[in-house]
């Protein structure tokens, strides 16, 4: 695969970092610019020698761009698209790791108008609740699934070169139509969000919370470890996957009411019942997740 004169990564935290330093490990890239929001954070992705350049501008820095990683919260995405639709190359190649697709892509289409065709669509699933430029690592990306969402106007290349780099960085590559993923994606990764800021919120509130806490064990860990993640990220996922994840959470608390109701009928053996059928299921689906 050849190698990529200039790289403009706009965000260079836990994902977009990642996956420069990936790039540049293999000789993927030449140069990698930074653009971003705090200067101390592009200073430091500069110190830890994820970029070469801090950019002043990104519409300058754009003007040599061979390829555009999109790697800031999709909220700020709208900007961005902005800011590259009059500076880019024609020739350039614009991608993203928005963690939904419909909005991201409405974004680009009215940013980037006619060069839309360049633009492919793409989202790494792999993370942690660690961000910024300092968060970033080698082999982020290694065994974990990367969606690709391309468009009806993406030249099959272009998709076929996204998804090589991808690929270099390790990621397992599947394409999916974008309102199907932003659909999935509400339920098995947005709502759990939402279900674990809400729970720590709650508890957090009561008088006796330093109470609780020091009591909560594993479990408590385990359902709330994503409750760390970053507030600003995760405030523009949810109201860009609105309709989707408001779908989401009705039917759970439809089923959290079947579950109210089962204990205040003291209906024991139903509510053996529901949790053998959710164990069975976990277990198929870490079952199958071995086997991949
Ligand atoms: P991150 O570590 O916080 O990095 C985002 C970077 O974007 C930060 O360096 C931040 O600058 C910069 N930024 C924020 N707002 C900006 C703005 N308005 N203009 C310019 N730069 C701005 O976040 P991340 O985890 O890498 O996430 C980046 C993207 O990947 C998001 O769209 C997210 O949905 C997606 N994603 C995240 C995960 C995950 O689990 N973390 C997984 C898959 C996809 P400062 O440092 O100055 O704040």
Known sequence: MSAIDHLLVVGVGLIGG???????????????????????????????????????????????????????????????????????????????????????????????GPRIARFVPAHPIAGAERSGAEAARVGLFVGKPLILTPLAENDAADVARIEALWRACGAEVARMDAREHDHVFAAVSHLPHLAAFALME???????????????????????????????????????????????????????????ALLQQHDGAALERLFARARAARREWIGNRNHE
């Open 202 to 260: 709650e508890l957090a509130g009561r008088p006796q919370a330093s109470t609780y806490f020091r009591y909560a064990g594993s479990g408590f860990r385990d359902f709330t470890r994503i409750a760390g993640s970053h507030p600003e990220m995760w405030r523009d996922i949810a109201v860009a996957n609105r309709g989707a994840l408001l779908d989401e959470l009705d039917a759970y608390i439809a089923k959290l009411q079947d579950v109210r």
């Open 18 to 112: 990642s996956f420069a330093l990936d790039l540049k490990r293999q000789g993927l890239v030449r140069r990698v610019t930074g653009a971003g929001r705090s200067a101390a954070n592009l200073v430091r992705a500069h110190e830890l020698g994820i970029i070469d350049t801090v950019a002043a501008d990104v519409g300058i820095a754009a003007r040599d761009a061979d390829l555009v990683l999109l790697a800031v919260p999709v909220g700020a995405m709208p900007a961005v698209f902005a800011q590259l639709s009059e500076a880019l190359p024609t020739d350039a190649l614009i991608t993203d790791v928005g963690s939904t697709k419909c909005d991201v892509i409405a974004a680009a289409r009215a940013g980037l």
